[in-house]
């Protein structure tokens, strides 16, 4: 298994409450991605990077926030969580972009 | 408007038999293809891919077939095990900029292999 690790694996937060998932990675690769899976969308790219501190939107990216400081760690944050944003969230990592991308196990993050 | 579809939620294929599982995508700079494997409460797994320079590529029982004119692709399983019971997603990539070159998926296909 790749060595990827998000955290926290499950997350119950209240609307309008800021929320940050993490995604730790031990393989120093360089792409890193944050993913939502909802039923009859599949996965929807939200914010990917490319280096540190090299960022980029993807296709559902309102209301996401995302930082890189350090090549292992991505940072996903919802400045003000909505019960949209109730998904299950997967971080991904991948040598080149567009390639193939090894996921994490996930997070399942529900706003009440 | 989706770029890669999935048109069938769910298939069900006796053990032992063939799984075809489709993908349609719309994008015409999609040059690399995917499949993925999920069973619940894991990420997505890598399968098998195929650049859009071959029609064809085999790893054990898994190959993936690319119709390039008609924007399809394929992923068959033979012979199906109860073990490849999961959602299958179908992903591309293209030679645009920016999000575009990233992994595109579609909405995933649930195969119940049956014993």
Not at chain 2, 49 to 73: P, Q, Y
Request: charged share 20%; net charge neutral; glycine share 8%.
């Amino acid at each position: 298994d790749a060595g990827i690790t998000q955290s926290p694996r499950h997350k119950v937060t209240e609307t309008g409450t800021p929320v940050t998932l993490r995604c730790h990675q031990t393989e120093n690769h360089r792409y890193m991605y944050w993913y939502r899976q909802d039923p009859g969308h599949g996965l929807r790219l939200i914010h990917y990077s490319y280096g540190v501190k090299d960022t980029d939107k993807g296709e559902v990216s309102d209301g996401y926030s995302v930082s890189r400081s350090k090549t292992e760690d991505f940072l996903l944050t919802l400045e003000s969580a909505t019960s949209s944003q109730t998904s299950v969230y997967f971080c991904a990592i991948s040598l080149k972009g567009g390639t193939e991308a090894f996921f994490g196990q996930g997070t399942r993050l529900t706003v009440v | 408007d989706q770029q890669v579809k999935q048109n069938s939620p769910s298939l069900s294929v006796q053990e032992g038999r063939i799984s075809i599982l489709n993908c349609d995508y719309t994008n015409s700079m999609f040059d690399y293809f995917l499949w993925y494997k999920k069973y619940p409460a894991e990420g997505p797994t890598f399968l098998i891919s195929i650049s859009s320079i071959k029609d064809k590529n085999e790893d054990g029982r898994f190959t993936v077939f690319l119709n390039k004119s008609a924007k399809h692709l394929s992923l068959h399983i033979v012979p199906s095990q109860p073990g490849d019971s999961a959602v299958y997603f179908c992903a591309a990539s293209g030679t645009g900029t920016g999000s575009a070159r990233q992994l595109t998926f579609g909405s995933g296909t649930q195969l119940t292999v049956l014993p």
